[in-house]
């Protein structure tokens, strides 16, 4: 029941506009905004936590370097036996509650919606602009839609969660560090071009 | 005339378009696909540098990234880039270039007076000359070699261009692109391979680029590569660098090739790979003999003459004379006599040939059994003294301009031994070839030992063992016949087996006779292979030369370790775009644009930026803007924003026996709705961090740390539950990010912040010192903590950070009737102090618990990580130095914080100053210490004595907590 709208890390930093080399290549970039909640299984309790993903958002919790899809929700593997909660924006703090309501004492769940940091690169030299930061391959043949990755892209702890194969990516980040990353997101792109949505 | 040098067709050169350029000020013409070196012979310029140390004069040596000689300052101001090899240097028009390391002109050369004394300038004559006295070194020696011994200059300004740097994989890596590694790249990509095909020079093809007659099969090839999608071709890319699990290191010269890069286009790009395949064919490079003055501008590898006359259509003299022990060489010199350049003749130390009867055939002259013992000419090459081997017989003065020499071909086997390929003696070659290799990596073609154009191309495409049949090859113009190993003319004189670091023969064999007789030793006393050229052209002779002085065979010798960079890389290709400001990631809490609309003097702490201090127009100066925040929270309120905190979630069954373990204090005793201080110690029983913890629930704690060790408190927990207790049920979560923090202190915050907080009852009752609660703020959701940092009453709020605006915004209204301030890192730093909380400062990394005042934090029973080293007699010594305050005798004496305490009359230090500031509370400066005798000395005197700016301060000894000992205010 917030009467106040939270702020991004962002505001008044992404603001759109064509930007870098001009050109066909020109990428997407955008802040992606989302409720993100982080859900840990208690020592052998991973198979509880499942089911209850399951019964209460129909979500399947994924293994190693996947994502688990529902339609409202996305659950991404982020370590052994925890997974980070995506889902669009709700009322502060819901989905943290209701994710702890469905696992009870068979999960630990932490929200980290203003924690982290989304962004969005998509566009078909995506992966070229996100390879100068990250070490991954993300070639098609070794990275593609639905796959999750937990790696320092420019220099920083994140999430890349390919959402499909425009390619288009979600990073996640500290939000701290959000305007430190897109400035090196922004240099990346400068080659291609961008676009701020 | 233009380009007299320029032959009148033939090479890839395209002579319908002219390039202007200039070196060392004259102005010169070339054509695309010319080389700085390439258009400055055809211009007839001969002379092109100084040596580094004799400063002798220097031309062109050879026609690749083996340059030793030709080193040359390209563009001007800030652009300007020393040290480029003229022979990579792909022409464009405008290009500046200048000659290096001469004065006051490269002709006139003041220093070249240099090689008059060059006995003196022995090998090793730097650790001989320059030991002593030691104050000569700084202040007279270094200058001068600074000045006389050198390559280029470095550019003065900022760099304006952008570096990019980029990670790529593929399933094929194929280094160099003569016709192994198309072939070898061709069935890769046949196969459905990702390829990626990285080539140094401009052009692909390698040494088909001096070979018209495969033009075909060159397009060809190039042709079926660029239909494959998979297959990335990367030309002006040099591969570097040879990491373990086949990673490799690569730059791309972007838009070297351009007086200035297009808008958004970086200058260079570092490459790292990742390949699951290297195939490595890198070719081979010709090496130089050693014989007197065979460092003469004129004098040139073989193959050089031929890639100028071949692919650039210049003639590199106008006479030339060939020196070589191999038919190979024999061929590359027919390939001047067919572009028309005048034959001197041909020098070979062997008795017979095949190529010596083909060059008869050829109406040459070929001196058998002969070798070069001399060359005359100052700043160009004139002549070359021939004679007998085994002295018999009358010398031969030949008049050449261009002499070529050839002492053979190494297989370029860098890139393999860096990836850990055993090397292998090939008496064939009288060179090194890579033995098997443990990694998937294989060398093809002539950097293996296999040459002519036909048979390399037909190993590059066996690589994989299947698939090859498929790629045609070129046709067979045969393999070069044989060669006899000939390093050195065994006459007197300055033979060089290092041109670009002036190292002769003789100076191997000094350094043999001084000791310095290994392989590695001799490198470092002579600095042979030490240049930019890594020794391509003559370390293997080098080598022979020491073999010989030890008697022993050269591939028993060895070669010093190939190591990254195989070729020089720029500096700003290192850096990236990770200069300035950008070196590091920066870490912003959710209020810096507050901050920064408030005017905030900010101040880096770690990777964050934090207001030290809000100036206001009244304030005279920093320190009043300090004192006057400080004064707010000890008379009124003050707001601070304490984000930069780390904060852990710690949830689970066992986490308050988690935290039990590896605190010095009890948490699991902690009611929930509580906060308590914890000390966590380092496994050697040194304190580690501190910070308050609260219990949220009874499986869920909330845990602070300090700014600096939020990340290593989360990995010493993480390190503990994944390694050591396993068995605990714990998770963790990093939620520094999420809670955005501020400390609201002074007399007045809880009058303040009751305004605003709703659905927590602030009451001293209900709320007491340490309780934690949560409530809401403008409707945004908060958790109250009533700690001190300050020592006067204070909450510490922490919201979900995109509230902490509205809250903060919402706290300053509530207090703006009490004088509300905000105030920094410096006031928080002064109000700690007179408190006497310790801080980075005291918790240094050599304190113990009991060291800063917090002995009794730790408990008598019950296990935590630190406990037993803890308990050493070294660090329970009652003799260690302890907490103190300071304050100055004369108050208004200032303090400085690295004094050293002594007693009046003597110099032995008994404590240190950690911590100073000017004092709100009480008047003058305060300080904290480190002091051995610790409380004993309350009310003693000493002197803080700071030697390095000869000062000494007398100081009273006191308690170090200023300010309400007693702790009423912060439960008042």
Redesign the interface.
Known sequence: ????E????L??VLVAGRF??TGEDAVGISERRYDLV?V?A???RSGDVVAAMQTRFGVALPGPGREGRAPMLAALWIQPD?WLLVAPRGP??ELARTAKQACG?AA?V???????CVIGLSGARAA?VL??L????L?P??FGPGQVAVTPV???SCIVHQRDDAPSYDLVI????A???V??LR??A??T?YRID | MTQPFRSAAGGRIDRTRLLSFTFDGRSFTGHPGDTLASALLANGVRLVGRSFKLHRPRGIFSAGAEEPNALAELRTGARREPNTRMTTAELYDGMEAASQNRWPSLRFDMLSLNGLIAPLLSAGFYYKTFMWPASFWEKVYEPLIRRSAGLGRAARAPDPDSYDAVHAHCDVLVVGSGAAGLAAARVAGAAGKRVMLCEQDFELGGGLLSASQHEVWREDALAALAAMPEVTLLPRTTVFGYYDHNVVGAVERVADHLATPAAHMPRQRYWTIRAETIVLATGAQERLIAFPDNDRPGIMLASAAETYANRFGVLAGSRALLFANNDAAYASFFALQDAGMAIAGIVDPRAASAGAELARARNITVWADSQVIGTSGSTALTGARVARRGGSGADTLVVADLLCVSGGHNPAVQLASQGRTPLEWSDALAAFVPGSSTLAQHSVGAARGVFGVAAAAADGRGWMGVGGGAVALPADDGAPGGMTPFWEVDVAGSAFVDLQDDVTSDGIRLAHREGYSHIEHAKRYTTHTMGTDQGKTGGLVGAAVLAAARGMRVQDVGLPTFRPFTSPVTWGAIAGPHIGKHFAPTRLTALYDWHVSRGAEFMETGQWLRPAFYPVAADADDWESVLREARAVRKAVGICDVSTLGKIDVQGRDAALFLDRLYTNTFSNLPVGRARYGLMLREDGIVFDDGTTSRLAEDHFFVTTTSTNAGPVMAHMEFYLQTCWAEMDVQLASVTDQWAGMSVAGPQSRATISKIVEGLDLGDAAFPFMAVGEGHIRGCPVRVLRISFSGEQAYEIMTPAGYALAVWTAVLEAGEAFGITPYGLEALGLLRVEKGHVTGAELNGQTTAADVGLGKMVKKRGDFVGRVLSQRPGLTDPERPHLVGLRPVIRGNKLRAGAQLVETGSTESLGWVTSVTRAVELEGWIGLAMLRGGAERHGTRMQAAFPLLDETVEVEIVSPHFVDPENHRVRG
């Not at chain 1, 029941?1 to 106040?4: A, E, I, P």
């Not at chain 1, 932490?110 to 982290?116: A, I, L, N, S």
């Not at chain 1, 990250?134 to 391959?137: H, K, M, S």
Request: hydrophobic share 35%; aromatic share 8%; proline share 4%.
């Open positions: 029941m917030s009467v106040v939270p702020l991004s890390p505001a008044g870098g080399a982080q840990f208690r020592a052998g925890a502060e703090g004492d630990s932490v929200d980290q919606t203003h924690g982290r070229w390879g100068k990250c070490r991954i391959d070639h043949r070794a420019g220099g920083l500290f939000a701290t560090f305007r430190s990353f400035a090196s240099h990346a400068e080659e071009g």
